[in-house]
């Protein structure tokens, strides 16, 4: 399955992007869907995740109420709508689908599939 993520871009403090990732094949369908970020010199973390049926969710702490997950599976493809972006929400964004759904993965090495990431980057 091949991943792609787009969507990211150039935002002031305050306003508003929406990510996509793309599946390749129906795969996705059946698979948890996360978005996770990496700022230079930091780690990759998570961010948000999804399971196949859009049952269960789970938000880091620190973009919880400001991001929203969901997926449409009809079109292979999720989403990160993320509002009031900040600077410190600067990073790549990768999206990963695996295999984790009850309760939902927020460790990387248990995705299996990865997207090429997405720049993110917010300008006070």
């Known amino acids: 399955v091949q991943l792609q993520a787009y969507g990211g871009g150039l935002v002031q403090a305050g306003g508003s992007l929406r990510l996509s990732c793309v599946a390749s094949?129906?795969?996705?369908?059946?698979?948890?869907l996360g978005w996770f970020r990496q700022a230079p010199g930091k780690g990759r973390e998570f961010v948000a995740g999804i399971n196949w049926s859009s049952k269960f969710f789970d938000y880091a702490n620190d973009v919880k109420g400001r991001v929203a997950i969901s997926r449409d599976n009809d079109k292979h493809t999720g989403y990160l709508q993320m509002n009031n972006l900040q600077p410190e929400d600067t990073a790549v964004y990768y999206c990963?689908?695996?295999?984790?759904?009850?309760?939902?993965?927020?460790?990387?090495?248990?995705?299996?599939?990865w997207g090429q990431g997405t720049l993110v980057t917010v300008s006070s």
């Open positions: 990963a689908i695996g295999i984790w759904q009850q309760p939902l993965s927020r460790i990387p090495r248990q995705y299996t599939y």
């Open positions: 094949e129906s795969t996705f369908d059946g698979y948890a």
